[in-house]
Structure formats: structure tokens, C-alpha cells
């Protein structure tokens, strides 16, 4: 018998016996986050055939509204950063016939765990960061100066780093916490990132002012669903994971866990990167090439996750958020999202996960409201992208310290293999870009104008 189940688990997914083929396409793409979408669009749009698979029982990937409160609650991606810096998001929002807004610019408050922190030392602390910052980068910057192992914490939180300037003994703490509302962000720890290439892409991201899709990121990625099938060029299957993608004569073979086979000319995987960390080594066949195998392994997934925290009534000023939380490891950040039902979307950094919803929301009560009782939260829920097994984390991380590594290794993840046939696309595969939104859409973008290439020359020759 045992032999049996053996000889069972070896066979190839190629050999089932009720695998069949089902489609023909010029284009497989496999993923509907947001780089695939875009890449579908694009394609479809040029009037190239194309089927999405896509293993979850809904599209978006890591942008995922929650609408059970009645308005969106991202528990994934939410602002678009750099709004009114150029971000694509907002050009593709009004071609699809959507709207986005401008966030205003509030300051919010910085909380201790015992309430609101003295104003005077709440502006000295974040001037401080901005000027240990500015330090940080111009180190970087000039980074031949710098040991490679040199971490973002020993620039930042150095004795003399300016993030300490002025403060009295019992203030450098909370200036050390505030330092760690970077992690936020970038998933890992200031220990863990590395200084040589600190702030490498920032000259170039999207950053400044904040935005949103009205209505959530959620109708962004339907919309373009929507339009990539109304070109009658675009199909879509859902609650398919693929188990294998294979070069063959006649072009790529891609098998789903649902059993079918489907076939195109090319293909374009945007399986995230914890995801492709964990794959079998003959998901790709041939298999991927050594280097880029090692980059995939230098790179790494930082966590982050969103709570809601919605109840009966309103017991913040709804004028003093967002709310900052300054604890010893962890800045948890808390946005009031609605005053009717009040709504309170949280970000717990890599370092806060242990904590669950009710202690978050003790945590915010003695902080920010001292003394008084407060409502306990009627609904409670949030994300878990950590041990998601289709993302395994929230985004790629910034370059970790490491004498190998380098953002270089996110250009190696977006090179095509098999003469072209296979490409990738994902917010890991943008060197610049890389962990947000446009990252995404630029390299579906990216990728739909090579495979667009690839089928015109080959029509043409
Ligand atoms: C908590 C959080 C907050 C964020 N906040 C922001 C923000 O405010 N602004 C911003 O710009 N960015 C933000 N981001 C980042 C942004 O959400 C991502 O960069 C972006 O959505 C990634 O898109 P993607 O298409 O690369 O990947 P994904 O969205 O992960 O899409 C990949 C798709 O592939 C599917 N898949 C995986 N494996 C398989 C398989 N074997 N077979 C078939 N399908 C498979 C997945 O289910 C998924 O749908 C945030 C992310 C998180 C997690």
C-alpha cells in the first residue's frame, strides 16, 4: 500500500489522468493582484487573447476591501502615495470612469502609553527624526564611506545620531520608538535594513501627498477586471492555484490544481515573492535559473498587518487622529476611518503581531482617552497576510544587511526566462518601486508591452 501512495505522490502533474486542456490563449497570466490586472488590461486592450488564473476565490490579491460596515476597510493596500506626485493610479482610476481623493495632510497626535505626549516634545521628537533622517541618507548616499553590515539602527539610533539632540535622559526612548514608525512600512526592523542602501529608490518613488480610490482599492481592481472583459479578449478563473508552469514546443503549459490544463504562447507569473520562496523546485519547468533562484532567496517579505476596531459610539476627538501609539518595540498606528459606526483601522507593524484585537484596543483607550471608560469595540477583524500561503507576508522588504544582497536582486526577479516566454510581473519585480501599488502597475505595464513585442514580431515574422 505504502508503495502505492508513493507512486501516486510522484507522478508529475503533467501525468494525471484526467488533466485536460481547456484553453488556448496568447496570453496566460497567473495571479489577479493588481500587476496582473494591469497587464490583462493592457494585453487586452492591444487585442491579444487572455485567460487570468487565479487561486483565490476573489481578484485584487493584497488590495482587498472590506465593505461589511458599509465603506471600505482596506486590509490591504489604501493610500496612494505621492498622489498628486505623478502616481499611475490615479490615471488609470479616471480612465475607468472612478474617482480618487486627496488626503488632507493631519499631523495627528503622538500618544505614550499613558495618554497624549507634551506638544513641545512631541514636535522636538519629530523634528529630530526628519534631521536624523536627513543624516541617514546623506550617509547613504555617500555609502563607499560605509560598511556594507552597517544597519539603518546604527545610523539612526547612533548616540549622536541628531534623533537625540536636545532631549532630556528620559525622552531618548520614546525619540528610539518613534524611529520605529519607519518599520511600518518597510516590514523589518531597523536592525535588520540595510544602511548602504538606505532610501536608494526614494528619489524616484511616489511619495509626498496621499490619496485614496473612492470606494476602495477593492472597485480598482474590479474595474479593470471589468474593462479587460469587455474587450471580448479577456477570461478570468478564480479558485484555480497553479501547481505548474512548463515550457513545451508548442509554448507554455500551465496546470491548475483544479485539474485542468490550460495553453498559451506566453506566459506572465505574478505570484508574490514570500509565495515563490515556498514553491516545489519543479513548479517551473525547466526550472529557474540559478542566479535568479538566489535572488529570490536574498530578498525578503516584511509583515504588516490592518485591524478594525468599529463600535457604537465615538469616544475620540475626531479632530486629533491619526493616532500614533509609541510603545517600547512597536509605533501602532491608528486612523479613524468613520465617526458613524466609529471606526478605528489600525496598523500593526512586524513587531506588534503578537498583540490581538482587544489588546490593541485597551492599548488605544489608556492612551487616548487617560482615565475614562470607553466603549468596548463591537466588531473586531483584520488581515493575515503573514501566513497567507498566496502572499506570506505584506510586500517586499527594503535590502536587508547582507553582503550579497543588493536592489539589484529585484531587477534579476523581473527578468523573463525561456527566450522570453515566461515573465514576471509583482511589486517585487520594480527595483525602484518595489512593496506599493504603482510598483504593481508598473510592472504589468512593463510586462504587457514585452509580451506585446514578443507575439508582434512573432506575427510579423
Ligand atoms: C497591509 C498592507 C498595506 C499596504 N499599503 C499600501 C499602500 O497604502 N499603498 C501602496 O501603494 N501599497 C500598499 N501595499 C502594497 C500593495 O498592496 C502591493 O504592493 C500590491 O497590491 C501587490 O500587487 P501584486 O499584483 O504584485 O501582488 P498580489 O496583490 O499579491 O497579487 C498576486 C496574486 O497572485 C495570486 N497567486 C499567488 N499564488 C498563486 C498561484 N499559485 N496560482 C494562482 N494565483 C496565485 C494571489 O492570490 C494574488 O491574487 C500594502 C500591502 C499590504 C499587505
Request: proline share 6%; charged share 20%.
Amino acid at each position: 500500500m505504502q508503495h502505492l501512495i508513493k507512486a501516486f505522490a510522484s507522478r508529475t502533474a503533467f501525468q494525471r489522468p484526467f488533466a485536460m486542456s481547456t484553453t488556448s490563449t496568447d496570453v496566460i497570466v497567473v495571479g489577479a493582484g493588481i500587476a496582473g490586472l494591469i497587464a490583462a488590461y493592457n494585453l487586452t486592450r492591444a487585442g491579444k487573447s487572455v485567460h487570468v488564473i487565479e487561486a483565490r476565490n476573489r481578484i485584487g490579491g493584497r488590495a482587498w476591501s472590506d465593505d461589511s460596515l458599509g465603506f471600505p476597510v482596506e486590509l490591504g493596500c489604501m493610500a496612494i502615495h505621492g498622489y498628486v506626485e505623478g502616481n499611475p493610479v490615479r490615471q488609470y482610476s479616471s480612465a475607468l470612469g472612478l474617482n480618487t481623493k486627496l488626503l488632507p495632510n493631519a499631523r495627528g497626535t503622538l500618544l505614550t502609553a499613558d495618554g497624549p505626549l507634551d506638544k513641545a516634545v512631541a514636535g522636538r521628537l519629530s523634528s529630530n527624526l526628519s534631521a536624523a533622517m536627513a543624516r541617514l541618507s546623506s550617509i547613504a548616499s555617500d555609502s563607499d564611506a560605509l560598511p556594507k553590515e552597517t544597519s539603518v539602527a546604527d545610523v539612526l539610533l547612533a548616540p549622536s545620531s541628531p534623533l537625540y539632540e536636545g532631549l532630556l535622559e528620559e525622552d531618548r526612548a520614546m525619540a528610539t520608538s518613534l524611529a520605529r514608525s519607519l518599520e511600518i512600512g518597510w516590514g523589518i526592523s531597523l536592525e535588520a535594513t540595510s544602511a548602504y542602501y538606505a532610501g536608494w529608490a526614494s528619489g524616484i518613488a511616489f511619495a509626498g501627498s496621499d490619496g485614496v480610490v473612492v470606494g476602495g482599492y477593492g472597485k480598482f481592481a474590479e474595474a479593470l477586471k471589468t474593462a479587460a472583459e469587455q474587450t471580448g479578449k479577456g477570461t478570468f478563473t478564480l479558485s484555480a492555484p497553479v501547481e505548474k508552469i512548463s515550457q513545451r514546443d508548442d509554448g507554455v503549459h500551465v496546470l491548475s490544481q483544479n485539474g485542468s490544463t490550460y495553453h498559451a504562447q506566453t506566459a506572465l507569473s505574478t505570484i508574490p515573492l514570500g509565495a515563490l520562496k515556498t514553491l516545489p523546485g519543479d513548479f517551473f519547468e525547466p526550472s529557474l535559473p540559478t542566479r535568479r533562484q538566489k535572488a529570490i532567496s536574498r530578498t525578503s517579505v516584511g509583515a504588516l498587518e490592518k485591524l478594525c476596531l468599529s463600535y457604537d459610539s465615538l469616544w475620540w476627538d475626531p479632530d486629533a487622529g491619526p493616532f500614533n501609539l509609541l510603545t517600547e518595540n512597536a509605533v501602532i498606528l491608528a486612523i479613524p476611518l468613520s465617526t458613524d459606526p466609529a471606526t478605528l483601522h489600525v496598523l500593526l507593524p512586524h513587531s506588534a503581531l503578537n498583540l490581538s484585537g482587544e489588546d490593541v484596543h485597551a492599548m488605544l483607550a489608556k492612551a487616548i482617552a487617560p482615565g475614562q471608560t470607553v466603549p468596548k469595540p463591537k466588531k473586531i477583524f483584520g488581515s493575515n497576510w503573514k501566513t497567507d500561503p498566496l502572499a506570506y507576508g505584506a510586500t517586499s522588504s527594503p535590502t536587508m544587511v547582507g553582503q550579497d544582497r543588493t536592489p539589484l536582486d529585484f531587477a534579476e526577479a523581473a527578468r523573463p526566462v525561456w527566450n522570453g516566454l515566461l515573465g514576471f510581473a509583482g511589486e517585487a519585480t520594480e527595483m525602484n518601486h518595489r512593496g506599493s501599488v504603482p510598483g504593481a502597475i508598473l510592472s504589468g505595464q512593463r510586462e504587457a508591452e514585452r509580451i506585446l513585442n514578443l507575439l508582434n514580431r512573432r506575427t510579423d515574422g
